[in-house]
């Protein structure tokens, strides 16, 4: 009699079973470990604004320590040859000296093809501390979700002489971040107010911010000898990590100390990443909510305020 034999073995559904099995639990592998990865880079990326932002602090502290604790009304007879032009800028303790700003209205894409639309927003400007000058361009410049007047071609420039005579024009091609320029005259800032200015010249110069925005040109090659004492240095660039910009630098008129009689400075800026739906105007300087803006990488939204203040204690 020959008997059968039988050999152990799965069947279609326990096989198809198992296969499901496994799809799910490579799925929840694979789900886990991307959002490790995800807040890992989000930690990374707050963690990178956060290091530059108090470097800049640290940076803007440093150059007011050592610029002048003496009011800037002197400023005001040297730029100045007409009386009345003079008076103006006395009166208003030289503040274009110190700061000066270009404000445009700026539009936000959203969803559908609607923006938010925001007047007065900052698009460029300098900070002069008297030791070094800043130039800065907004974050707007390079983000594809926001739209402005002059963005494809109008953003801050340096314009200086070399040491050769040659003149040099820094951003034509694209613009520049944050730069940092050698500068005890606050030659920038008197530039970017009077683009003509020519210190042969005795013609009355108006002390104000144009009605069209301050000059997009800082032209410092015709003030002095036009020169600069060290070259011009890139505090943030393409290559910084994180890819993070400025998208505001805002500086408080300085106070005189009663204490020393000496200038007390204070100032903020907002510092975060290009993409990722920035919007400095919705919800207190924040990034933007994924639900209202067509936005990619959003994971890799950062942005931050910084404030800071300090003395001048140099002669």
């Known amino acids: 009699m020959r008997i059968r034999s039988y050999r152990d073995g799965f069947t279609l559904i326990e096989i198809s079973l198992s ?11 694979t789900l886990i470990i991307s959002n490790t990865i995800g807040a890992y880079q989000r930690g990374l990326i707050l963690n990178q604004v956060n290091t530059l932002g108090m470097s800049l602090v640290d940076d803007f502290r440093l150059a007011l320590q050592n610029s ?10 040297i730029v100045y040859k007409n009386p009345v032009e003079r008076a103006n800028c006395e009166a208003d ?22 923006y938010n639309t925001y007047s007065h927003i900052p698009i460029y400007g300098a900070f002069c501390t008297g030791s070094y000058s800043y130039i800065w361009n907004s974050g707007y ?50 530039a970017a107010i009077n ?12 002390y104000a911010i144009p009605d069209g925005g301050i000059s997009y040109t800082f032209d410092i090659s015709k003030i002095g000898d036009g020169m600069l004492l060290e070259a011009p240095e890139y505090l943030i660039s393409s290559n910084t990590e994180g890819n993070l910009t400025l998208y505001e630098l805002l500086i408080v008129r ?9 200038l007390f400075y204070s100032g903020s800026f907002i510092l975060g990443t290009v993409g990722g739906g920035i919007d400095i105007m919705a919800n207190g300087k924040t990034c933007a909510t994924p639900n209202d803006y067509e ?12 404030n800071f203040a300090v003395q001048a204690s140099g002669e």
Not at 19 to 29: E, G, K, R
Not at 195 to 206: C, G
Not at 254 to 262: C, G, H, I
């Open 254 to 262: 300085p106070a005189l100390s009663t204490e020393d009689n000496s």
């Open 195 to 206: 683009p003509n200015y020519d210190s042969t010249e005795t013609e009355s110069r108006k």
């Open 68 to 77: 002048s604790g003496k009011m800037l009304t002197s400023t005001c007879a």
């Open 93 to 114: 303790e030289a503040f274009n000296f110190v700061s000066v700003t270009k404000y445009t209205t700026v539009k936000v894409k959203k969803r559908a093809s609607t």
């Open 295 to 306: 936005i990619e990488n959003f994971d890799y939204c950062a942005i931050n305020k910084f």
């Open 19 to 29: 296969l499901v099995f496994v799809t799910i639990l490579a799925l929840a592998i």
């Open 141 to 190: 410049f390079d983000s594809p979700d926001a739209e402005f007047s002059g963005k494809s071609d109008s953003w801050a420039r340096l314009t200086y002489k070399k040491a050769d005579g040659s003149v040099e024009t820094i951003g034509n091609d694209e613009p520049f971040k944050l730069l940092k320029v050698r500068d005890t005259t606050r030659a920038v800032c008197v």
